[in-house]
């Protein structure tokens, strides 16, 4: 079987990956360069949960946990780690608790946490390798 993959975002190159795992020939067609659209601008956060109560929630699940093994199967400059997310604002000036510290020590007084949004087992980073 031969399939033509219409994009080189992260969507056209996951479709080739595990199709090309399984043998079949694939062609990647992109009309500008790899990841020049949505997928070489995306922050690489993922999330387990986030799609609950949605049809998309086994499909994220399972994502997830695919993203996990992929590090030991792709070299390349890049990695792939848990973390906490948590979800917050920076105070605006005037606000009661602009200069009050952060609950989280390492952020800037005045950041309120407004709640974690992820844990080592539920959230993850995708990132460039020797990134902080
Ligand atoms: C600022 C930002 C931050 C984000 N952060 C996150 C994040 O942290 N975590 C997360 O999960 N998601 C994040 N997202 C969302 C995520 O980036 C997108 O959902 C994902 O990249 C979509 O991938 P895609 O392959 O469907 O599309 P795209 O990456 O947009 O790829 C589509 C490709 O198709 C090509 N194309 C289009 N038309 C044609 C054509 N006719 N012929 C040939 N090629 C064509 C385009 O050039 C492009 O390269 C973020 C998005 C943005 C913009």
């Given at each position: 079987?031969?399939?033509?993959?219409?994009?080189?975002?992260?969507?056209?190159?996951?479709?080739?990956?595990?199709?090309?795992?399984?043998?079949?020939?694939?062609?990647?067609?992109?009309?500008?360069?790899?990841?020049?659209?949505?997928?070489?601008?995306?922050g690489g956060f993922l999330a387990r949960d986030w799609?609950?109560?949605?049809?998309?929630?086994?499909?994220?699940?399972?994502?997830f946990?695919?993203?996990?093994?992929?590090?030991?199967?792709?070299?390349?400059?890049?990695?792939?780690r848990p973390m906490t997310a948590y979800s917050g604002?920076?105070?605006?000036?005037?606000?009661?608790?602009?200069?009050?510290?952060?609950a989280l020590?390492w952020l800037?007084?005045?950041v309120?946490i407004a709640q974690r949004i992820g844990t080592m087992e539920t959230a993850a980073i995708v990132h460039?390798?020797?990134?902080?």
């Amino acid at each position: 079987m031969r399939v033509v993959i219409c994009g080189g975002g992260v969507i056209g190159a996951c479709t080739a990956w595990f199709l090309r795992r399984r043998g079949i020939d694939v062609i990647v067609v992109e009309r500008a360069d790899v990841a020049a659209a949505a997928s070489g601008k995306a922050g690489g956060f993922l999330a387990r949960d986030w799609c609950e109560g949605s049809p998309l929630d086994a499909l994220a699940r399972r994502s997830f946990a695919i993203h996990a093994q992929l590090p030991e199967q792709i070299a390349g400059d890049w990695g792939y780690r848990p973390m906490t997310a948590y979800s917050g604002f920076v105070a605006a000036d005037g606000h009661p608790r602009r200069d009050a510290p952060s609950a989280l020590g390492w952020l800037s007084n005045g950041v309120i946490i407004a709640q974690r949004i992820g844990t080592m087992e539920t959230a993850a980073i995708v990132h460039p390798k020797n990134s902080p």
